[in-house]
């Protein structure tokens, strides 16, 4: 199972990685939330879409080398963490940004980070 979920959640890191990168004012313009952190920045959108590339990278080759698995998890984890004080200091709203947030960054940051722990055994 830990083998599905880095491949998987390795895969989505990876697609949103260029999505960032290639198409960096659709990806802006359609992800709920986005608009509201601020104006555009073509630098910064490229800069987290080269953490999600290495990211994304990282949980597939750790599905050999569960080091690097875990390694790869952190910055994830740490952004997932992050959004959590968003979500808070939003005034903890149930509405799509909190759904965005739990489906595209919370659920992968902590399903990867787990699997990438427990390939340790393997």
């Given at each position: 199972?830990?083998?599905i979920i880095l491949w998987?959640?390795?895969l989505?890191?990876?697609i949103n990685a260029l999505v960032m990168w290639f198409i960096p004012h659709f990806w802006y313009e359609t992800v709920p939330g986005i608009?509201?952190?601020g104006p555009f920045n073509l630098h910064f959108i490229?800069?987290?879409g080269l953490a999600y590339l290495v990211g994304g990278a990282g949980l597939i080759y750790g599905i050999r080398n569960s080091g690097i698995a875990v390694f790869a998890a952190v910055w994830p984890a740490f952004h997932a963490v992050?959004?959590?004080f968003i979500f808070f200091g939003?005034?903890?709203p149930l509405d799509a940004i909190f759904a965005i947030n739990l489906l595209l960054i919370?659920?992968?940051a902590w399903a990867s980070l787990w699997a990438a722990w427990s390939r340790r055994w393997d």
């Open positions: 199972m830990s083998r998987l959640v390795g989505a890191y990876i608009t509201m952190m490229r800069d987290i992050y959004h959590i939003r005034g903890a919370q659920m992968p």
